[in-house]
């Protein structure tokens, strides 16, 4: 049972880095120039 919790714990917070990251990337790569949505 204990396996069982480690890894939904290590899933969630594999899942927020990579929201995080994504979220970082997106903000950096739109903020220079225009944001994307508005090109479109």
């Known amino acids: ?3 069982l919790f480690t890894g939904l714990l290590i ?3 594999g899942g927020i880095v990579a929201f ?3 979220l970082l990337r997106r903000l950096f ?3 220079p120039g225009s944001p994307e ?3 479109s």
């Open 1 to 3: 049972m204990q396996w």
């Open 20 to 22: 995080t990251a994504y």
């Open 11 to 13: 899933a969630s917070c």
């Open 37 to 39: 949505e508005s090109q």
């Open 29 to 31: 790569t739109t903020a």
